[in-house]
């Protein structure tokens, strides 16, 4: 019995013990300023040190950043329409070309030869017409006989009408002045409808292809300025929006723009890759505040301003973000003081000294 007694005696100084310790423990972590109370919400004396703006009212253009490439305002791959050898090329590769020049020709001896043999008879034929309607009118001649003449007349005619449309297809013209590429073809190789001679491009001015997401569309119209930088080039260039395609696509829900843009030194080329900067609808006396200022809460989002040297926490209604900013609908007005650091140790009416910065 006595063994019992000292064994809880013991387990109750030991339990003493570890109370007297803890406390001990507590109040050097007090007395070292590691309490944590006082010093969160106050933090040094005269308060937490964090920077902040003061808002000013401002204009804002509400602008849009999405990605096009650039095209030829026409563009044709150039091929022969009949087979043939090549007789004569009429042009330098990389050089322009004016509408209806003359850039192949095809050997055309063959048909030449149909041609005249084909008129020959048209003339003999047209003859023989002219005498059966003299003949009719003396009535030397059934109007049966004459009928027959003048339909071999009227054939004959058109045949040869045939064979100078096959003649016009030896001749290959430029359809719109441009500039002409690199040519696949050589003086005597034989031609067919299959090979590509060159290809020939208009690029002054060049079109702008890209799309917008739905939401947008509204603020998109005919005639709306764009600028665009490219990678091959550090200027920054621009154009206007000249078609717009009727409906929505419904796989991707964007709307697909074409802009009209001046291209007089050749600088810009089809298919180069564009960043397209398009200006919407503009703000007056927009509330714009740093990104950084914004928390997210369970209700929408809040910020901390200063008021008499205490952070006060504020809901806000947010719109258009951009990379470094966010426009305010509600919330805040033009003189208040937000803070853009410190949000994770901020309460509220936590004293806070504020360092003003630049927006």
Same mark, same amino acid.
């Given at each position: 019995m006595k063994l019992k007694?000292?064994?809880?005696?013991?387990?109750?100084? =030991?339990?003493?013990?570890?109370?007297?310790?803890?406390?001990?423990?507590?109040k050097k972590l007090e007395n070292a300023g590691g309490g944590a109370p006082k010093g969160a919400a106050g933090g040094a004396k005269g308060g937490l040190q964090v920077d902040g703006i003061v808002i000013k009212a401002a204009d804002f253009t509400n602008g849009l950043e999405v990605t096009g490439t650039i095209e030829a305002n026409e563009s044709v791959s150039l091929?022969?329409?009949?087979?043939?050898?090549?007789?004569?090329?009429?042009?330098?590769?990389?050089?322009?070309?004016?509408?209806?020049?003359?850039?192949?020709?095809?050997?055309?001896?063959?048909?030449?030869?149909?041609?005249?043999?084909?008129?020959?008879?048209?003339?003999?034929?047209?003859?023989?017409?002219?005498?059966?309607?003299?003949?009719?009118?003396?009535?030397?001649?059934?109007?049966?006989?004459?009928?027959?003449?003048?339909?071999?007349?009227?054939?004959?005619?058109?045949?040869?009408?045939?064979?100078?449309?096959?003649?016009?297809?030896?001749?290959?013209?430029?359809?719109?002045?441009?500039?002409? $590429?690199?040519?696949?073809?050589?003086? $005597?190789?034989?031609?067919?409808?299959a090979t590509m001679i060159a290809n020939l491009s208009s690029i002054?001015?060049?079109?702008?292809?890209?799309?917008?997401?739905?939401?947008?569309? =509204?603020?998109?119209?005919? $005639?709306?300025?764009?600028?665009?930088?490219?990678d091959g080039s550090p200027k920054t260039y621009s154009g206007k929006v000249f078609a717009l395609e009727p409906g929505i696509n419904t796989q991707t829900r964007t709307l697909q723009i074409k802009a009209l843009v001046p291209n007089p030194n050749s600088e810009l080329l089809p298919g180069s890759f564009a960043n397209i900067k398009l200006s919407l609808t503009t703000m007056k006396d927009a509330i714009l505040i740093p990104n950084e200022a914004i928390i997210p809460v369970l209700e929408g989002k809040t910020v901390f301003i200063s008021k008499n040297g205490k952070a006060q926490q504020?809901? +806000?209604?947010? =719109?258009?973000?951009?990379?470094?900013?966010? +426009?305010?609908?509600?919330?805040?007005?033009? =003189?208040?003081?937000?803070?853009?650091?410190?949000?994770?140790?901020?309460?509220?009416?936590?004293?806070?000294?504020?360092? +003003? +910065?630049?927006n």
């Open positions: 007694y000292i064994i809880y005696i013991l387990i109750i100084l =030991g339990i003493a013990y570890l109370i007297y310790y803890r406390i001990s423990a507590n091929r022969s329409e009949v087979s043939g050898l090549v007789t004569s090329i009429n042009f330098k590769e990389g050089s322009n070309v004016t509408k209806g020049s003359l850039l192949v020709k095809i050997n055309d001896r063959d048909i030449q030869a149909q041609l005249q043999d084909a008129l020959t008879q048209q003339r003999l034929s047209e003859t023989n017409e002219n005498r059966s309607r003299q003949l009719l009118a003396k009535g030397a001649i059934s109007q049966e006989e004459y009928d027959t003449s003048l339909a071999s007349f009227q054939s004959l005619k058109a045949q040869s009408q045939l064979i100078r449309a096959q003649l016009a297809r030896t001749s290959i013209y430029a359809p719109f002045s441009g500039k002409i $590429g690199l040519r696949s073809i050589s003086v $005597g190789e034989y031609l067919t409808p002054n001015p060049l079109k702008l292809s890209f799309s917008v997401p739905e939401r947008y569309i =509204g603020q998109i119209k005919m $005639g709306s300025d764009i600028t665009f930088t490219t504020v809901p +806000v209604e947010a =719109g258009t973000r951009t990379d470094a900013n966010i +426009v305010i609908i509600s919330g805040l007005k033009a =003189g208040d003081t937000v803070l853009t650091t410190g949000a994770m140790s901020l309460k509220k009416d936590a004293a806070v000294k504020v360092t +003003v +910065v630049k």
